[in-house]
Each structure stands twice: as structure tokens, then as C-alpha cells.
């Protein structure tokens, strides 16, 4: 078999192994995926300024967030249904991410219960994320639930109050299958499986298009976790979640699956640190596929980059020992970019480090 070197090599096999309507799931962005689209073409617009004849002998990628030591700025997305990759699903998943020294996000529309995941996967650092669903009770249940099991932080979803308009996704959850973490309503709205845009309808269901800002007060009020709200875009945003008691954000597009038009994640993540980088805890996702980029949203400032899609092809080419492979070529990517950059610790890389490539132009 040919060598996979890189996160598009494990996307390419992928294709070949997993079936065609999840594959469209996994890979599809809302309308013409423009969005989609510019999350990948906005890092290709980055320059990175590189210092040289520093000793780069030894970098350091270690962080620490919320108390938890991780050996990388590095972790996965949540990614619901995740055993339509591969039958071993969230648990590969986890247990690869703490293997690698990273952290995982289970997302509340798993296909493997919160408890399973946290007793197959002990050691690693698991945070959870949940939509605020219309059924409240149910919502504040599953918080209580990931507490107990040990996750380390609550992410709340906010870019989903209602599900984006995506043309190629049309599937039908196998049969054998379940929404782990919900089977209580998917048995009273068992339309998951039996309608031909299931996902979406079924999200009409659950889904809270209700939501406002009281609503971040209620969930912050019940849990002790830090919350971080995810699918933030704008300056204006970010500051009413610092003014809401949330301890951070995660600077995210959805991965082009929402609202499609809206900018990229990476070039919106300098007016939001900007904003609010100095309180709040910012993390980022979108649009992430090497080292490299990692090494951009970081120089931006974000704290922690994650990582959506890439995770689901290595979990589709070979389950956990798959996203093990990507997690290491993506961790040896950052590293390789820290050392030619000249940066020999995470908070070294310094905001002047990256540019728009229209700073060379308006320099002369
Ligand atoms: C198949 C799939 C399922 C997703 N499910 C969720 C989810 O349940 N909740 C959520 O907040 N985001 C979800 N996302 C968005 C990811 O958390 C993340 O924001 C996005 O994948 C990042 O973009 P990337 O795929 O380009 O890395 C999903 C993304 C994909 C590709």
C-alpha cells in the first residue's frame, strides 16, 4: 500500500473505504460550500515570517488548560456519529487523542454513550459538548451525566439553532446504530432513520431555535465545568459571551457546515483576540489539515486549534491506530514548523510571526 504521509493521503483513501452517504455526511459544507472552501484557501493567504539562528534544539509543545496538562495545543473537534466511520467510533477516537497527548470533545450526537467513552477511555482528557436541546431537562441531564463521568469542560454549540441547508447530504442513520447519548427521544421520534433527510429533520426536532444569551446564563448556572461557547464569528459576540460568564470560546465556522457565506474561522481569529484574547480562553477549529496551519491559528493567538474532519479520515482508514497516525503527523507538522519559525515554545510564537500575504505588497 502506498505510504500515507499526510492528512490528504488518509482523506483519498478514505473515499475508497467508507460508504458513499457517509462519506457526503462527513465531507459536506452547507450551500455552494463556499465557506467551505475558504476555510482551506484563507491559510494559504498566511505568510509565515520565520527567525532564524535560534536553537531550536528542543521544543517545547506543552500547554496546560483549565488545569489540564496536554503535550500539544492540539485537540478533536466534535464530530457526531462517528462509528459510520468506523465501528470502534468515539472510544478509537478518545483513546487515540490521549495516546497522543491531546484532548478529545465528544459531541452529544454520538453514536457511543458519554459513559462508555469515559470508562474505555480513562486516561484521556475529555471534554463534552451539547446543543442546548428544546428539551431543557434533557440538556441540563446530559451536563450532569458528562460531570459525573469525569469530562473536564462543557462545550455549548451555538452556530446550530437551526441546521444549515446542505445540498449533498442526504442520510439515513444504520439501523444499528443510535444517538448514544439521546436514545430516550430518539425512541418517541424515531424519524432518524426512516426519512430520507433524516438528520435535519430530526434536528428540527431537538434543536432550540429559542436560544438567546439568557440561555448561556442558565447553563453556566448549573454546572461548576467551564463552559466554552462554540461557533463564535465576531468581535461583537465574543465580547457578550466574556460579559456572560463563560470561561471561553471556540472561534469556529462549523467547518463550512452552517451558514455559508460566512467568513473563514482563521480570518476572523485576530479581531476576536483582539477583543478578548487577554480574558478569555480562545480555541479555534476550521479549516485545519497540517501542522502548519495549527501553527498559524497558534501565531493568531489562539491557545488550543482542533481538529474536525482530518480526525474522521484517519478513524475511516484504520479506526484508532488511523487517528493515531494523524494526530502524530499533524503533532511532527507543528513541531517542524515551531523549529524552522524559531519559536522553541507554544506561547513564542509571536503575533508578528504571520502575516496576510498582502503585507509584502504594501510594504514596498
Ligand atoms: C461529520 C461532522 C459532524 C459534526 N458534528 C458536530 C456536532 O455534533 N457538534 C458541533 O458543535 N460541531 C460538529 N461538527 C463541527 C466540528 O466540531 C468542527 O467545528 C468542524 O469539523 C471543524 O472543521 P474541519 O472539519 O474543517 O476541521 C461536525 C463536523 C463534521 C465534519
Known amino acids: 500500500m502506498h505510504q500515507l504521509t499526510c492528512v490528504a493521503d488518509y482523506e483519498k483513501k478514505c473515499q475508497s473505504l467508507i460508504e458513499k452517504s457517509a462519506l457526503d455526511y462527513f465531507k459536506s459544507g452547507s450551500g455552494e460550500e463556499e465557506t467551505l472552501k475558504r476555510n482551506k484557501d484563507a491559510f494559504k493567504k498566511l505568510r509565515i515570517r520565520p527567525r532564524v539562528l535560534i536553537n531550536v534544539s528542543k521544543v517545547n509543545l506543552n500547554v496546560e488548560i483549565f ?26 477516537s478518545a483513546r487515540a487523542a490521549g ?24 486516561d484521556t482528557i475529555k471534554w463534552f ?24 469542560a462543557i462545550v455549548f454549540t451555538v452556530d446550530q439553532p437551526v441546521f444549515g441547508i446542505r445540498k449533498t447530504c442526504d442520510f439515513k442513520l444504520p439501523s444499528h446504530l443510535s444517538l448514544a447519548n439521546l436514545v430516550c427521544i430518539e425512541s418517541e421520534n424515531n424519524n432518524i432513520s426512516d426519512t430520507s433527510s433524516g438528520i435535519a429533520n430530526h434536528s428540527l426536532e431537538i434543536f432550540n431555535a429559542s436560544i438567546t444569551w439568557k440561555d448561556v446564563e442558565w447553563f453556566t448556572q448549573f454546572t461548576k465545568l467551564p463552559v466554552l461557547l462554540k461557533g463564535v464569528l465576531t468581535r461583537e459576540d ?18 463550512g457546515r452552517q451558514f455559508d457565506g460566512v467568513p473563514s474561522s482563521i480570518e476572523v481569529l485576530p479581531e476576536i483576540v483582539e477583543a478578548v484574547g487577554k480574558d478569555m480562553f480562545v480555541a479555534f477549529d476550521s479549516g485545519v489539515y497540517q501542522g502548519v496551519d495549527a501553527f ?22 484504520d479506526g484508532q491506530k488511523g487517528v493515531e497516525d494523524i494526530l502524530a503527523i499533524v503533532k511532527n507538522e507543528l513541531n517542524v514548523s515551531m523549529s524552522l519559525a524559531g519559536c522553541t ?10 502575516v496576510h500575504e498582502n503585507y509584502f505588497s504594501t510594504c514596498k
Not at 495516546?99 to 480513562?122: C, D, H, N, Q, R
Not at 446530559?142 to 469525569?150: F, H, M, Q, S, T
Not at 465574543?238 to 462549523?254: D, E, M, Q, R, T
Not at 515554545?345 to 504571520?354: A, D, M, P, Q, R
Open 67 to 92: 488545569g489540564s496538562k496536554l503535550e500539544w495545543p492540539v485537540g478533536v473537534s466534535p464530530t457526531a456519529m462517528q462509528k459510520m466511520a468506523h465501528p470502534d467510533g468515539e472510544v478509537a
Open 99 to 122: 495516546k497522543a497527548g491531546s484532548l478529545f470533545i465528544l459531541s452529544s450526537l454520538s453514536t457511543t454513550s458519554l459513559e462508555e467513552v469515559a470508562e474505555k477511555a480513562p
Open 129 to 152: 459538548h451539547s446543543h442546548l436541546f428544546k428539551d431543557r431537562e434533557m440538556t441540563e441531564n446530559l451536563v450532569i451525566r458528562a460531570e459525573k463521568a469525569g469530562y473536564k
Open 238 to 255: 465574543a465580547i457578550l459571551a466574556l460579559n456572560h460568564g463563560v470561561k471561553g470560546i471556540i472561534v469556529s465556522n462549523h467547518g
Open 296 to 317: 498559524k491559528a497558534l501565531a493568531l493567538g489562539a491557545k488550543l486549534v482542533l481538529l474536525g474532519r482530518a480526525v474522521l479520515w484517519g478513524l475511516g482508514v
Open 345 to 354: 515554545e507554544v506561547n513564542k510564537i509571536g503575533n508578528k510571526t504571520v
